[in-house]
């Protein structure tokens, strides 16, 4: 019963987003933000969710999110909507749209679905750290897998938390530089300097996994 409910909602929840989806763009999200008030944050959580479900690309909803709630605050909206979104993608692939995904990602399941055979929740650690496939993507792909609900959703929290938070940043530098701010230049600084930290990540990750490889 408890499945039958859950396939009820995340299809309902798949209309209503369709539906949405033609209105997610800047000008509309700044609109609906300022209209939303005290639930603001709330709001943006629920858009990027929706956003995540629906493949539109994240960089311009978490740059909007840093600008419109800044680097700390912004960074918990971002990551609770895109883990919200991600957990969505998942339940939706393992429970409602098997088939579809399998299609949707022809010529990487194989890979992925060996990865989280082999590795269990690191691999999904890897993926969130390496985009070595689309983020949208990916979050249905690791529906079709075995890994554990929990271990998928603690998993993407933690390790998507770097590159969100560099991000949000970004976007909170580029807000304060149109407001003229006078810190814009360090904050500028600051924000490059964690963009080039997050793009470094992926390498020293790689070579860990690489050098874990030979040793075995």
Same mark, same amino acid.
């Given at each position: 019963?408890?499945?039958?409910?859950?396939?009820? !909602?995340?299809? $309902?929840?798949?209309?209503?987003?369709?539906?949405? &989806?033609?209105?997610?763009?800047?000008?509309?999200?700044?609109?609906?933000?300022?209209? !939303? %008030?005290?639930?603001? *944050?709330?709001?943006?959580?629920?858009?990027?969710?929706?956003? #995540?479900?629906?493949?539109? *690309?994240?960089?311009?909803?978490?740059? !909007? @999110? %840093? $600008?419109?709630?800044?680097?700390?605050?912004?960074?918990?909206?971002?990551?609770?909507?895109?883990?919200?979104? !991600?957990?969505?993608?998942?339940?939706?692939?393992?429970?409602?749209?098997?088939?579809?995904?399998?299609?949707? /990602?022809?010529?990487?399941?194989? +890979?992925?679905?060996?990865?989280?055979?082999?590795?269990?929740? &690191?691999?999904?650690?890897? #993926?969130?750290?390496? *985009?070595?496939?689309?983020?949208?993507?990916?979050?249905?792909?690791?529906?079709? #897998?075995?890994? *554990?609900?929990?271990?998928?959703?603690? /998993?993407?929290?933690?390790?998507?938390?770097?590159?969100?938070?560099?991000?949000?940043?970004?976007?909170?530098?580029?807000?304060?530089?149109?407001?003229?701010?006078?810190?814009?230049?360090?904050? @500028?600084?600051?924000?490059?300097?964690?963009?080039?930290?997050?793009?470094?990540?992926? &390498?020293?990750?790689? &070579?860990?996994?690489?050098?874990?490889?030979?040793? +075995?």
């Amino acid at each position: 019963m408890k499945k039958i409910l859950l396939i009820i !909602a995340l299809v $309902a929840l798949l209309i209503m987003a369709w539906q949405w &989806r033609g209105d997610i763009n800047q000008q509309q999200i700044e609109l609906w933000i300022e209209q !939303a %008030g005290l639930w603001a *944050p709330i709001f943006f959580i629920v858009l990027y969710a929706v956003a #995540t479900v629906l493949f539109v *690309p994240g960089t311009v909803l978490t740059l !909007a @999110g %840093g $600008a419109l709630f800044g680097p700390i605050f912004g960074a918990l909206i971002n990551l609770t909507g895109a883990t919200i979104g !991600a957990t969505l993608a998942f339940l939706v692939s393992r429970y409602v749209a098997s088939d579809w995904v399998e299609q949707k /990602a022809a010529g990487k399941m194989k +890979k992925i679905l060996e990865g989280v055979e082999e590795e269990g929740w &690191r691999f999904v650690a890897f #993926t969130r750290l390496v *985009p070595l496939f689309p983020f949208n993507l990916l979050n249905y792909v690791l529906g079709l #897998t075995k890994i *554990p609900f929990l271990h998928y959703v603690v /998993a993407s929290w933690i390790f998507m938390l770097p590159a969100c938070f560099a991000y949000t940043y970004l976007g909170y530098a580029g807000g304060e530089a149109l407001k003229g701010s006078e810190s814009m230049i360090q904050n @500028g600084v600051i924000a490059l300097a964690l963009i080039a930290l997050v793009a470094f990540i992926p &390498r020293v990750v790689t &070579r860990m996994r690489q050098d874990s490889g030979d040793g +075995k």
